[in-house]
């Protein structure tokens, strides 16, 4: 059974004309149910308690290590606001620096990322500094297309891990 | 086809050289393979996409995303279909026509 901690964004750019009827949070919340009725454990940062007088990157950490997780997945669609995701992503990132990071695997869009030719490619500009960045840690990418590829690309992942 | 593997193409040969080699770069199976670059990204993407491998960027390096091909549970499994297949030709080669099974040897390792 893995700890799976589920990152990806809330929001989408324009919530007034988005690309689905469910926001990126229910589509983390579709995600999470699929991972647990696949055996695993796995949370989201909006549904972990706060505790008083923690920052944000105290939470963080605090969560990563609390819930002992062993994977970390980026959900990444396109359109949609990814800012706090990068700045997880970069905590992340920083962790590395004082010892080990959990497994990494970004459940991205096909048209958000891509790999061609042995190489690993942002296709929404300017991302792309995130992605070399977080590319240090040895990330696995998991190319989805369509909401049905998503769901299946999910179930992959819950044997794969 | 089989499990979504086209048997016609390089595809067999790579996840099995990926099994057996561990992760290998673009560069490492195009060499092996000896094949243009285009039909190995084609093959790689297909095989991506039918979950047989998985593309990881290579950890510590400087900018670069570049990435190494590594093997899935799912890719193993069909390596062990493979080597299931090889197994039983070999086995029935007098009743399949030893020269039906050469021949279909050399066609699957010129198979572009």
């Known amino acids: 059974m893995a700890q799976i901690f589920l990152l990806g964004p809330g929001h989408w750019n324009n919530p007034s004309q988005p690309p689905m009827s469910q926001t990126p949070l229910d589509v983390r919340r579709k995600l999470l149910k699929i991972f647990r009725q696949g055996g695993h454990d796995a949370f989201i940062m909006e549904d972990q308690r706060d505790i008083e007088g923690e920052d944000i990157v105290d939470r963080f950490y605090r969560i990563l290590i609390e819930r002992r997780t062993t994977d970390v997945v980026v959900y990444w669609p396109t359109h949609a606001k990814m800012q706090t995701t990068h700045d997880e992503l970069v905590l992340l990132r920083s962790r590395h620096a004082f010892g080990t990071v959990p497994a990494l695997w970004l459940l991205h869009d096909e048209a958000a990322a891509s790999v061609a030719k042995g190489e690993l490619k942002v296709n929404e500009s300017p991302r792309s500094r995130y992605l070399e960045a977080v590319a240090r840690l040895g990330v696995r990418s998991v190319p989805w297309t369509g909401q049905k590829g998503l769901y299946e690309a999910a179930r992959w992942l819950v044997e794969e891990i | ?112």
């Open chain 2, 1 to 112: 086809m089989i499990l979504g593997m086209n048997l016609q193409s390089i595809q067999p040969k790579v996840v099995l050289l990926i099994r057996a080699e561990g992760p290998q770069r673009f560069s490492e199976i195009a060499g092996a393979m000896q094949a243009n670059p285009n039909t190995v990204d084609r093959a790689l993407k297909a095989m991506i996409k039918n979950r047989f491998i998985v593309a990881e960027t290579l950890p510590g390096q400087g900018r670069t995303t570049r990435v190494q091909y590594r093997i899935t549970k799912r890719g193993r499994a069909a390596a062990e279909v493979l080597d299931a297949l090889v197994g039983s030709i070999r086995q029935h080669e007098r009743e399949l026509g030893r020269d039906a099974v050469r021949a279909a040897e050399a066609a699957y390792a010129s198979a572009d």
